[in-house]
């Protein structure tokens, strides 16, 4: 007899907005991202700025919804500048955070046609690591203002006639950790990202500003660096970002599929200072999460190892992570955990969106293809609608090494007034017992109906996507799925990933 979990939805009890900016993702001038990823002139399916419809189609049934550009460690070195104009006389440079060559064929114009075409809103990152205010501001004359000065006109004779009105903009990447070029005290850090925030300001009161907060929370200035940087930038900006990897380490599963619990402490975290600055201030504004990093990521494995000595290689191989279904099912629980706190957590970006850490690979002229960590993404993106519920959560424990106890049962569930659909997204992190999930939906009222229940699971956990094999393994209809008297019933297999709508 499976162990039985319960969950209790309530209109009433609404978190927030589920937000399309949680579905973000991040394009970094690094590895194959952008070059043979999003960009591969000589592929079939290219049009004309070179840019791969194959990528774009599966980068829309994604439903991202915000692309992160230009990185990234790489922005700490990067001059926008060198990629601009006539493409042939642009230079080629050392790009130093992963040592490789960028020839600069893709930059702003690009990257801005591409998400038009992508149906996606950009979110740039400004180059606090080299460089400072007045790079920032040229960068941002060239994309937001009308014409009439040198950055806008030099716009305009590149065939952008109009401004792209950029709303949201990081104030630099990671700016606490030691591997970054440029790298600052939490001081010398909030001196530049307020100063550059004041000035970009004044060329568009619009914008919405993101300060670094810390690369994860195992940094030693974690804690002190958000509280450092807000208290000189609270009026400033609007958002602090977080940034968190997770990978099964040592083999311990168990762990790893709780990593969810160490994002949550991770928000609580970042929420809780962000609001003693506030109280200290006598702030009016809340400041809010930019979750603008997040994913699985093996960073022991030799896809992470960079280049060494003379060899620059231009798009190496590199971060190439190949997914598993246990990755699948934490990428899912991990968007549970931001769906659950959408009241602090206003954009995220899963890092990143093709080849490097990502759902969707390609290779150079050829195929495309779905990562197992695909199908949790698109699902919630597809299927999270209007508000996020409170869930009432009770289920068995289980202990893990790393966070002691933790439920085996992880959901939560989203409602849309308007149209009347639920959703619920549950991830069962037992890796040996089945959950019976019983899911009390009276208060939603008497004539809902079960429309699909879908899971991702497989016997063998270790089950990777390839080129030439990514479908043997899909979201599955769950037929136990049952909705009688009120109550949905539904069996979850061990580290498994589930979806199930409802329609009122
Ligand atoms: O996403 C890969 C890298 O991870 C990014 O460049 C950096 O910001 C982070 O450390």
Redesign the pocket.
Known sequence: MPASAHLTLDPAFVVGPVRRRTFGS?V?H?GRCVYTGIHDPGHPTADADGFRQDVIDLVKELGVGTVRYP?????SGYRWEDGIGPVEQRPRRLDL??HSTDPNTVGVDEFMRWCAKADIEPMMAVNLGTRGVQEALDLLEYTNVVGGTHFADLRRSHGQEEPYRIRMWCLG??MD?P??IGHKTAEEYARLAKETANAMRMVDPDLELVVCGS??SSMPTFGSWEATVLAETYENIDYVSA?A?YQEKDGDLASFLASAVDMDRFIESVVATADHVRAVGRHEKRINISFD?W?V?YQDRVASDIAKGDDWPVAPRL?EDRYNVADAVVVGSLLISLLRHTDRVHSASL??LVN??APIMTEPGGRVWKQTTFHPFSLTAKHAQGEVLQVALSSPTHSTARFGEVTSLDAVATRDAETGAVSLFAVNRSTTEPLELQVSLAALGGNLELVEALTYANDDHTWSATADDSESVLPEPNGSARLADGVLSVTLPPISWSCVRLQG
């Open positions: 991040f970094e690094l990185g990234g460690n790489f922005v955070a992963w990447n990671e950790g591997w970054q690369s994860s940034h990897y990093e994913n990521w971060l890092a990143q490097v850490i």
